[in-house]
């Protein structure tokens, strides 16, 4: 079984902190994606990343793929009310299905 | 349509009913997935279809769940006998390429599910 650990699991800052959430496994991913879920929507795809070692960038958001490709991480800088959301994780192993992790909740208070 | 629609949007039920939620991918998408989402929790895989392959039941958690899908268009997952604890979102996504080739998952807006 493919599990992803994501953490902090809630979280709740300042309107313009920053602030780094992680997503671990013990196996080795072809491919790690992240979502954000925000309140009665379908999860909306952020980024996705394929090698090991690579950073991506995506306005006030940086995401890292782990150099073993067993791990994650999303930084956001100067965080706004307007990114709150659920935050997940999803990654494809051997098999076909994209297994989530459960997510870091993440409230930004003006 | 322009995304993937799922109905009904809202399904009260009583304990010990059946229930059928539908699934309208988007056209010519070929991976089809449902999810369950308690509140405030991640996704948990039920299954998966891929074009006219055999789909992957793995995830689902008793045998009062079935899902079907005609070719690449619509899907029903079908809960028998409901329970409480089957309440929850559930959410149905498709993808045009399969995962390993990285391709995004869109997702519908769920069917929220409460069993009374």
């Known amino acids: 079984t493919q599990l992803l650990e994501q953490s902090p699991q809630f979280l709740s800052i300042q309107e313009g902190e920053n602030l780094t959430v992680y997503c671990n496994s013990s196996?080795?991913?072809?491919?790690l994606q992240w979502y954000r879920q925000e309140p009665g929507e379908g999860p909306v795809l952020l980024v996705t990343?394929?090698?090991?070692?690579e950073v991506k960038k995506l306005k006030r958001l940086t995401f890292q793929f782990g150099d073993a490709r067993k791990d994650s991480s999303l930084h956001i800088t100067a965080a706004q009310p307007g990114d709150t959301g659920l935050y997940l994780c999803?990654?494809?192993?051997?098999?076909?299905?994209?297994?989530f992790g459960k997510g870091t909740k993440l409230t930004v208070n003006p | 349509g322009a995304g993937v629609s799922q109905s009904p949007s809202n399904k009260v039920t009583e304990k010990g009913k059946d229930v059928e939620l539908r699934c309208d991918p988007i056209?010519?998408?070929?991976?089809l997935y449902w999810y369950r989402q308690r509140l405030g929790q991640g996704l948990e895989f039920l299954i998966y279809?891929?074009?006219?392959?055999?789909?992957?039941k793995s995830g689902l958690p008793s045998d009062r769940f079935s899902a079907e899908r005609t070719g690449e268009s619509v899907s029903t997952l079908t809960i028998q006998r409901t329970q409480q604890e089957d309440s929850a979102v559930y959410l149905c996504?498709?993808?045009?390429?399969?995962?390993?080739?990285?391709?995004?998952?869109?997702f519908g807006e769920g069917s929220r599910l409460t069993v009374l």
């Open positions: 990343v394929v090698t090991g070692g």
């Open positions: 279809f891929q074009g006219n392959s055999a789909p992957d």
């Open positions: 999803a990654g494809v192993s051997g098999s076909e299905k994209l297994v």
């Open positions: 196996s080795v991913f072809s491919s």
């Open positions: 056209s010519g998408h070929t991976a």
């Open positions: 996504a498709s993808s045009l390429v399969r995962p390993l080739n990285t391709g995004e998952l869109f």
